[in-house]
């Protein structure tokens, strides 16, 4: 059974792969599908892009496929970057200007309150969608900290921690991030259904 993974972040698609661990599945990524254009990620929602990501896929490959959309939301700053998280400081995306950018809007602030927030998208074949999401809260710091991970892992503090997400690597951060937590539901919505090997959701 195979299941496309709406990425080319190689770094995403293990993570994913890593939580979701389900045998028997060949996760295929979005890179195996040069000729399918990318999905334009213009909603206003993380829900509307995931699910938009999933269905367009799932309707171009003829593949069960899981999106994710995720991204910062920071309090003081109305809960920007949100959805234009990846292209904060202007397209392409570049997390080195993404961090400047966030640390140049806080700059004196002291509500540092953030959080961290992911919708994953499961379409089957017919372009049926169901979404799961998770959420993680925290805080920014003043100055980048860590080198594992990748976007504003370095300035992002989990509640309860004293190191960055990019200071603890993939294995603890999983065990709290927005996508773990996603991505868990995922897994234990749709592992069972996934395992039948149904050309759709049942109705
Ligand atoms: P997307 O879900 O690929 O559209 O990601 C949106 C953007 O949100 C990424 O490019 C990062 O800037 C940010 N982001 C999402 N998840 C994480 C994370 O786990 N760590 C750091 N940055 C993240």
């Known amino acids: 059974m195979k299941i496309l993974l709406a990425s080319h972040n190689a770094k995403k698609i293990q993570e994913i792969q890593e939580i979701f661990d389900l045998p028997g599945v ?5 890179a195996a599908f040069p000729d399918v254009p990318e ?9 509307g892009n995931a699910t938009k990501k999933a269905r367009e896929l ?3 490959t003829g593949l069960w496929t899981l999106a994710d959309d995720s991204g910062l939301e920071v309090e003081a700053l109305h809960h920007a970057p949100g959805v234009f998280s990846a292209r904060y400081a202007g397209e392409p995306c570049n997390h080195a200007n993404n961090n400047a ?4 809007e806080l700059a004196g602030q002291t509500n540092r309150a953030a959080r961290f927030r992911c919708v994953a998208a499961l379409s089957d074949p017919t ?11 925290g805080r920014i710091i003043e100055e980048p900290r860590g080198t594992k991970g990748f976007g504003y892992d370095p300035l992002f503090v989990p509640d309860g921690y004293s190191q960055t997400f990019a ?7 999983n065990k709290m991030s927005h996508r773990g937590q996603a991505m868990r539901q995922a897994r234990d919505r749709w592992g069972p259904l996934l395992a039948r090997k149904l050309d759709k959701f049942p109705t």
């Open 26 to 30: 060949e996760w295929v990524s979005a």
């Open 39 to 47: 999905v334009v990620e213009d909603l206003l929602t993380f829900e």
């Open 58 to 60: 799932a309707l171009a």
């Open 101 to 104: 950018k966030l640390l140049r």
């Open 127 to 137: 372009g049926r969608v169901e979404t799961v999401s998770g959420s993680c809260p």
């Open 167 to 173: 200071e603890m690597g993939n294995e603890l951060k």
